[in-house]
């Protein structure tokens, strides 16, 4: 998984997918490192990037719904400053929220998955569509 947002790039260390109590939730580790160039250049520069570890949990909204439909959110905590000349401040945190994407999986990748989530990602099931919405139509 690599993270990108303007003028860094979070490389992952280690990932898991679980299935919890309330639905599946994604745990990442990684390492985020700043760079001068901006990544998008729609996005304002930043001022306070500096390298650092982070840890990050992510909920998926609702996994009935089709991929492009599927939102993930959830907090992280980094080892960044939040005082960019006091090495006392390290540890930010706070709420983010993602779109998923779907790209090719990996057939190995694939194969480490349990057998349900396996059959799941290689076979999905029906996607639930919302309601359709009336419309009115003026005489």
Not at 81 to 89: C, G, H, K, L
């Amino acid at each position: 998984m690599t993270l990108i947002r303007n003028q860094s790039i979070g490389r992952t260390h280690a990932a898991t997918l679980a299935r919890t109590q309330t639905g599946v939730r994604l745990y990442v580790t990684y390492y985020s490192f700043s760079s001068l160039q901006k990544t998008i250049s729609v996005i304002p520069t930043v001022d306070h990037g500096e390298d650092h570890n982070a840890a990050l949990f992510l909920d998926l909204n609702d996994e009935s719904l089709a991929p492009e439909a599927w939102t993930m959110t959830g907090q992280y905590w980094t080892t960044k400053r939040r005082e960019q000349n006091d090495d006392t401040s390290r540890g930010t945190w706070g709420r983010l929220e993602m779109r998923f994407k779907r790209r090719q999986t990996a057939s190995m990748a694939v194969q480490q998955l349990c057998p349900m989530d396996r059959e799941w990602l290689t076979n999905p099931p029906p996607h639930k569509r919302p309601p359709a919405q009336p419309v009115e139509v003026a005489p």
